[in-house]
């Protein structure tokens, strides 16, 4: 079974720090990773893809691939309030599926 | 450019009845998924569509099934609802099958008393 693994959380940090969100899979061939983000109540919102291993910066939230660790994260500088929400991991395999990690609700205290 | 729209927004239905879902994709996006998303089960995946054509289905009973419209509009349908298929459905819009980004609808909040 092709899995995608998120730590449920709550993940809680302060204001102003660096929030990091984690997430495996289990599927070697898997090609293309997603982050979306969740509010309580809204639909998932796409806010970074990455294809390649290394880094991708995009604003506050840099995306990082590590094929080879099967790992992927989602690093988030200067937490606000507002990043408050769920984080979900998705991985297309090389069926072309996308499966969605269960999420990391993330906390952000002022 | 409008974003993904699903109609009704909010449904409420009873035991054994049927109910049907609509979603309209972004303009040019061909491929319309449907997820199903629940506290306990989080975001599960029904079908996509693309090209008016099936082009996978998740694990769930045959109650649940779909089509597209050559307009790329989808719909879902549910037949004999229980109780347990109170969910958030969810419709995402992608440009072409599986590994292309999805975009979200609002989705359209069931609630089977």
């Known amino acids: 079974q092709k899995e995608v693994e998120q730590n449920s959380g709550p993940l809680s940090v302060p204001e102003g720090a660096i929030a990091s969100l984690n997430c495996t899979y289990s599927?070697?061939?898997?090609?293309?990773f997603f982050w979306y983000r969740q509010y309580s109540g809204k639909s998932p919102e796409l806010i970074m893809s990455?294809?390649?291993?290394g880094d991708k910066e995009d604003g506050r939230f840099t995306a990082q691939l590590n094929k080879a660790s099967q790992y992927v994260s989602l690093l988030i500088r200067d937490s606000q309030p507002s990043d408050s929400a769920t984080y979900l991991c998705?991985?297309?395999?090389?069926?072309?599926?996308?499966?969605f990690g269960a999420g990391t609700r993330l906390t952000v205290k002022p | 450019k409008a974003g993904v729209t699903q109609t009704p927004r909010y449904l409420i239905k009873t035991r054994g009845q049927q109910v049907t879902l609509s979603c309209s994709p972004i303009s040019g996006h061909r491929s319309v998924s449907w997820y199903q998303q629940t506290p306990g089960q989080g975001l599960q995946f029904l079908f996509e569509?693309?090209?008016?054509?099936?082009?996978n289905k998740g694990n769930f009973p045959g109650r649940f099934s779909g089509r597209q419209f050559s307009n790329s509009r989808s719909e879902m349908n549910v037949s004999t609802l229980e109780l347990g298929d109170s969910a958030l459905y969810l419709c995402?819009?992608?440009?072409?099958?599986?590994?292309?980004?999805?975009?979200f609808g609002p989705g359209t909040r069931l609630t089977v008393l």
């Open positions: 569509y693309f090209s008016e054509t099936q082009r």
């Open positions: 998705a991985v297309t395999g090389d069926d072309n599926d996308m499966r």
């Open positions: 995402a819009s992608s440009a072409g099958p599986g590994a292309s980004e999805q975009f």
């Open positions: 990455i294809y390649s291993n």
């Open positions: 599927d070697r061939g898997s090609q293309s």
